[in-house]
């Protein structure tokens, strides 16, 4: 079974930042990308960043210019560098991953809990 946890979650006044983690454990042969999602209170959830095997990465337009994604293939682990935050960043934020457990190369995705981030004065 394959786990994602994220931490770095937190109160952080506006124009502050933050590091969002997201560590993938379990049985893992290769991960194809890892994206980090939010949802706000009465919103649905929305992609905010995903960065993939070949190289490729994308952004929410709420967020270009002021998050960056990054990943160390080798701790199987995602980062959400947030700068310039606002209080409508303000969010439970969550680690997804597709993730090839097995020596078949499927592909499944997985979710982690969520970590609140709070952008307020």
């Known amino acids: 079974q394959v786990q994602l946890v994220e931490s770095g979650g937190g109160l952080v006044q506006p124009g502050g930042s933050l590091r969002l983690s997201c560590v993938a454990s379990g049985t893992i042969i290769s991960i194809n990308a890892m994206r980090w999602y939010r949802q706000a209170p009465g919103n649905q959830r929305e992609l905010v960043a995903g960065i993939y095997s070949d190289g490729g990465i994308t952004y929410g337009d709420s967020v270009k210019g002021r998050f960056t994604i990054s990943r160390d293939n080798a701790q199987n682990t995602a980062y959400l560098q947030m700068n310039s935050l606002k209080p409508e960043d303000t969010a439970v934020y969550y680690c997804?991953?597709?993730?090839?457990?097995?020596?078949?190369?499927?592909?499944?995705?997985?979710w982690g809990q969520g970590t609140q981030v709070t952008v307020s004065s």
């Open positions: 997804n991953a597709d993730v090839s457990p097995y020596m078949d190369f499927r592909i499944y995705e997985y």
